[in-house]
């Protein structure tokens, strides 16, 4: 394996470096003796006290040291500090280079790029390192292959060290202080022998995700470099720092409008690009999982599944069941997709705890949860699954179901059979626009974002733009069921329209949702169509709130 950029060639043989038990005291130095000089009489007169001369010396002494000529008897003077000198300005670096080829030729390996500091002889020099080291990973090495800290070992193998004849086969020794010294211990001894540094790229122990470089152990960044400290944010960002995303923390405890029943209930949806997913929930009820295409990913179709790991929207969902009846979903992601979060319920709901992270500024943000109308409808005894299988890896078989606790079969389908479509046939007149405006639960202008066959029915997203009449709340995008594939009414993506709709829940509940029939009302939106309809509203009373 080839050496890495920057490492010292292996010696021949090094010096094992030898630690003293205790070390020799050194002589502290001091004064032999302390005789005054005789600077005072025993009467403590100063000698010559009257004359001149020893205070000439020392002012002599005094103007030789670069004082001033002021007579010592009046007092040292204050010395006015000299300014600092300009602080000289920095040089500048020079761009990258390009990187080396990698250190190691298969797994784990680093390569290097340099850099120089541009500055003249009156600038200071840069601050920084002038060498940059990324991590290189690459195929798999072997199976059989020497490790690279036992192969460095190996290669002093039979070669005398020590200063004598004597001939070792050495092994990797992990036990020594710093874990970038090639460390060996003699085999079938008890003493090792560090050979100087290890080569650049090797690991920093048996398991460490850290590399060694120049006698150094370096962290691997998010961003691939040795040493650069760059974390993923929570939202899997690579330095994002703090304030990059936002925390979605809350408390489901409502349900299903209609209460009382056992069933399928929305609990949140779980948009694109979350990551830190986390659904607890701590009841005999039990949590389930849908896709943004209808799908179950979890406990759908009245079957429950075995815990453990799942796959969905681009990350691994790990789902938890304990003794006691306490469930839990959680994801790293970030998701691909949306996803939905739905409880079977088998009793009250005590209160179902969800959290995730968004990147700050995602279009979720601030909208809250979405109304029932808006999420997925979930498909119990009333609804069937859809024709096609969960594009899963195979589930494993379901345990046995709770006592009491049946699968329904579902029944017969009302809408139009594949091949059974017939024309379209819209209302039209000022008669059919006021009986549809009556006894529709909403009214409003719409916008097709978008359209999806699911079973036999078809799904349309809406931008709700205007509302005309609405019985129940609307939020700004809504799912809009039309119960056939036929294409009536006649929907285009990005179309402006004038829609009539019903609130539609089955017998057993399982299903809230927006409902357009096959002969609703679904006409082009026009200033002149939206005059007629509000004319309509004066034929029909005004719906009271529910």
Known sequence: MPAGPGSPPLPAAGTPSRHRAAGTPRSRGGMAGGGSGGGRDPRGTPHGAGSWWPRGLLLLAWLSLGGTAQDPALGTPARVPEPPAPARPRGSWGSWGPWSSCSSSCGDGVALRSRRCLRTSEEQPCVGDPRQ?????????????????????????????????????????????????????????NFYYSFGRVLDGTRCG??????????????????????SGSRPDACGHCGGGQGSCVLVHRLFQGSDPSSGYLGYVNVTKIPAGATRIKVTDKSRNYLALMASDGRYVLNGDWAIAWPGPYEAAGTLLTYSRAPDGTES???????REDLHVLVLLQEPNPGIEYEFWLPRGHPQLGRGDTSPLRQPQPRGAGSPPPPEPPELSPAPAPPPQPAGFATEPPPSQDGAAAGRCGRCRPPKGRSQRIRHFCHSDFVFHGRILARRAVGQETRYEVEVKARYRQRFPLVSRE??????????????EGGEYLLMATRHVNHEHTLNRLLLPEHGYARAWTPREARLVREAARHCPQPRPP
């Open 133 to 189: 080291y990324r991590l290189c990973q690459l195929q798999g090495c072997p199976s059989g292959s020497v490790p690279f800290r036992a192969m460095q070992c190996s290669l002093y193998d039979n070669r005398p060290v020590l200063g004598t004849s004597a001939r070792y086969r050495w092994l990797p020794f992990h036990g020594a202080p710093n874990l970038c010294d090639l460390n060996c211990l003699a085999e079938g001894h």
């Open 206 to 227: 048996p398991g460490s995700p850290d590399l060694c470089v120049g006698g150094r152990c370096l962290s691997v960044g998010c961003d691939g470099i040795l040493g």
């Open 329 to 335: 979903l959680e994801a790293p992601g970030p998701t």
């Open 479 to 492: 799912y809009l069921w039309v119960p056939n594939t036929c294409g009536c009414p006649a929907l285009s």
